[in-house]
């Protein structure tokens, strides 16, 4: 659950950047597909006695994954966001961009790491160099690639 200044912009930044639907709506407390949880700010500070609430504290995230990243990348440069960084490659090759939510709350979307399995055979790498390549066993590689 993340808290959030206001549920109804929330609602819709998660459904149109991250495809989240409402799966029940309490009103101050909504779950989104995924099980993602949104808890407006008033009501949370009751739940905790009225202490504080602070946002942007960058000491977590909150992670999704994409099947098809390069379209997800595309798509997002369509929308304002303020990013914590743009694209990036991990050293075992999966790409990642992470940014802010409305309230400052840090969103990492990863390829999915049997897309990027995928995205190497596709370059012609063997299994062993994909599973270097990566630092997983050999058979992490070939199960990935039995998947599709």
Same mark, same amino acid.
């Given at each position: 659950?993340?808290?959030?200044?206001?549920?109804? *912009?929330? *609602?819709?930044?998660? +459904?149109?950047?991250?495809?989240? =639907?409402?799966?029940?709506?309490?009103?101050? =407390?909504?779950?989104?597909?995924?099980?993602?949880?949104?808890? %407006? *700010? !008033?009501?949370?500070?009751?739940?905790?006695?009225?202490?504080?609430?602070?946002?942007? !504290? !960058?000491?977590?995230?909150?992670?999704?994954?994409?099947?098809?990243?390069? =379209?997800?990348?595309?798509?997002?440069?369509?929308?304002?966001?303020?990013?914590? +960084?743009?694209?990036?490659?991990?050293?075992?090759?999966?790409?990642?961009?992470?940014?802010?939510?409305?309230?400052? +709350?840090?969103?990492?979307?990863?390829? =999915?790491?049997?897309?990027?399995?995928?995205?190497?055979?596709?370059?012609?790498?063997?299994? %062993?160099?994909?599973?270097?390549?990566?630092?997983?066993?050999?058979?992490?590689?070939?199960?990935?690639?039995?998947?599709?």
């Amino acid at each position: 659950m993340i808290v959030v200044s206001d549920i109804e *912009k929330s *609602k819709m930044w998660y +459904h149109d950047i991250l495809g989240l =639907n409402v799966v029940s709506d309490f009103g101050t =407390n909504v779950l989104l597909t995924g099980g993602v949880s949104l808890q %407006e *700010k !008033n009501c949370w500070k009751q739940f905790i006695g009225g202490k504080e609430v602070v946002f942007g !504290n !960058n000491a977590y995230e909150l992670y999704f994954e994409e099947n098809d990243i390069d =379209n997800f990348f595309e798509r997002l440069d369509s929308y304002s966001v303020e990013y914590v +960084h743009s694209v990036v490659e991990h050293r075992w090759g999966q790409r990642v961009v992470r940014f802010y939510d409305l309230d400052k +709350h840090i969103i990492e979307v990863g390829e =999915n790491m049997a897309a990027v399995v995928h995205r190497f055979f596709d370059r012609r790498m063997t299994e %062993e160099k994909i599973a270097s390549r990566m630092d997983v066993p050999l058979e992490y590689v070939k199960k990935m690639l039995e998947q599709s």
